[in-house]
């Protein structure tokens, strides 16, 4: 017995205190060493990952720079836009001004030339214009009136006549064209208006009259007796007469000078005066309109 337990604590003997201590040291130093060396690379990888995040901000902050540029530009883009378009407005206001400028002056001068024609008008207040009587040498015109005046009824003496004469360019013959040219108007000036006007009205009762039994050449033809008018009003009563025609309007005429417009008769036809141009839109243009729809 005294041999076995002899043994025993021999054989528990042979690994001693400070040999187990220096494996639970060495132990704890690789355990400490392997934590370190995870710390170090934890440590690297942050340190990485700040680099990384540096650059990240620092390109960050250049593009923030530019941006900050970049709005710099617009604003000031913006600005001297704004400066053009204040320009242009400024512009615009004084073209409007100037428009509005020149319209009132175009009214102005369609109104003088208005008033002007009127006067001339007024100047043609005993003259009556005749067409459509063979024209000839040596013709005694002051007489061929007087015996149309009584064709119509109107007895007419040769002191009552002012003037008679052909107006307007002489019309030449052509070989090519067998026919006769065409004779030039007479005009007719009476030394009292209502002589005039009681001319116009047996014109007008006896449409259609001709130069037969008047001594005139043969072949007789129809004659024309009308007011005489200005250039202006000539041209502006064919044009309203043309309108007239193509847009169905009854009655166009002119009395003591003034053109006058009507589309039929009844009350809710009134007659409409025509001065100018103008006056040819605002009476024709709605039926104009009308007609082109």
């Known amino acids: 017995m005294e041999g076995v337990n002899t043994r025993r604590i021999r054989g528990a003997a042979a ?32 340190r990485e990952e700040l680099r990384a995040t540096r650059l990240q901000m620092e390109m960050l902050n250049g593009t923030m720079v530019g941006l900050v540029l970049r709005i710099d530009e617009f604003d000031q883009t913006i600005d001297k836009l704004q400066v053009r378009v204040g320009g ?10 100037f ?5 009132s002056l175009v009214h102005i001068v369609e109104q003088l030339k208005g008033d002007i024609n009127d006067r001339d008008q007024e100047m043609l207040c005993n003259d009556i214009e005749v067409s459509c009587i063979p024209e000839e040498k040596g013709e005694n015109l ?13 007895k007419l003496s040769e002191q009552e006549l002012v003037s008679a004469s052909r107006v307007g360019r002489i019309h030449e013959s052509s070989e090519s064209v067998p026919t006769p040219p065409r004779p030039r108007h007479i005009v007719v000036r009476f030394c009292r208006r209502a002589l005039k006007d009681q001319l116009l009205t047996a014109a007008r009762v006896r449409r259609g009259i001709t130069t037969e039994d008047s001594g005139l050449p043969a ?6 007796v009308n007011e005489r008018l200005t250039k202006v ?19 166009i005429w002119t009395r003591d000078g003034r053109i006058y417009a009507r589309r039929h008769q009844g009350v809710d036809s009134p007659r409409l005066r025509i001065r100018t141009e103008g006056d040819l839109r605002r009476v024709f243009w709605p039926d104009a309109v009308s007609a082109s729809l």
């Open 219 to 224: 072949p007789h033809r129809r004659f024309y």
């Open 142 to 154: 002051v007489h061929i009136i007087t015996v149309l005046g009584m064709k119509l009824g109107v």
């Open 99 to 103: 428009a509005s400028r020149d319209d």
């Open 88 to 97: 242009l407005e400024s512009r615009l206001a004084d073209r409007n001004a």
């Open 15 to 46: 690994v001693s205190p400070p040999e187990l201590l220096d494996d639970s040291v060495l132990h704890n130093e690789t355990i400490v060493s392997t934590d370190l060396q995870m710390l170090m690379a934890e440590v690297r990888q942050f």
């Open 233 to 251: 009003n000539r041209q502006l009563f064919g044009r309203a007469r043309d309108l007239g025609t193509r847009l169905g309007w009854r009655f």
